[in-house]
């Protein structure tokens, strides 16, 4: 896999904003209502989510979960390691139960 795939994947894919788009790194601001499709495109590319845990991550899921602060019970981490890239996708919900920060990206 590489990142221009994801990013290809989630094209046609309506963001209320965007924050960073870079060549290995994604952030933006998705509505609720957006995220079925988002999440089943993800869910093609990763394969199941592996948060919320109700195990301990694998070690290099925790790494790049932890560089962005980590998981809580209510995000959504999707990750996939392919030869030395580590490729992933974070969904963290608002407090105002509408928006949803993604962070999609290759470390």
């Given at each position: 896999?590489?990142?221009?795939?994801i990013m290809d994947r989630i094209k046609g894919i309506e963001f209320?904003?965007?924050?960073?788009?870079?060549?290995?790194?994604?952030?933006?601001?998705?509505?609720?209502?957006?995220?079925?499709?988002?999440?089943?495109?993800?869910?093609?590319?990763?394969?199941?989510?592996?948060?919320?845990?109700?195990?301990?991550?694998?070690?290099?899921?925790?790494?790049?979960?932890?560089?962005?602060?980590?998981?809580?019970?209510?995000?959504?981490?999707?990750?996939?390691?392919?030869?030395?890239?580590?490729?992933?996708?974070?969904?963290?919900?608002?407090?105002?139960?509408?928006?949803?920060?993604?962070?999609?990206?290759?470390?």
């Amino acid at each position: 896999m590489k990142f221009e795939e994801i990013m290809d994947r989630i094209k046609g894919i309506e963001f209320d904003a965007i924050r960073v788009k870079s060549q290995y790194y994604f952030e933006a601001i998705i509505l609720r209502d957006k995220l079925p499709v988002l999440a089943e495109r993800l869910e093609k590319l990763f394969g199941k989510q592996l948060c919320p845990p109700e195990k301990k991550l694998p070690p290099d899921a925790e790494k790049v979960a932890g560089a962005f602060g980590g998981v809580m019970g209510d995000q959504t981490l999707y990750f996939l390691k392919e030869n030395e890239y580590s490729y992933f996708a974070m969904l963290w919900p608002w407090s105002d139960d509408c928006h949803i920060t993604v962070k999609l990206g290759r470390k």
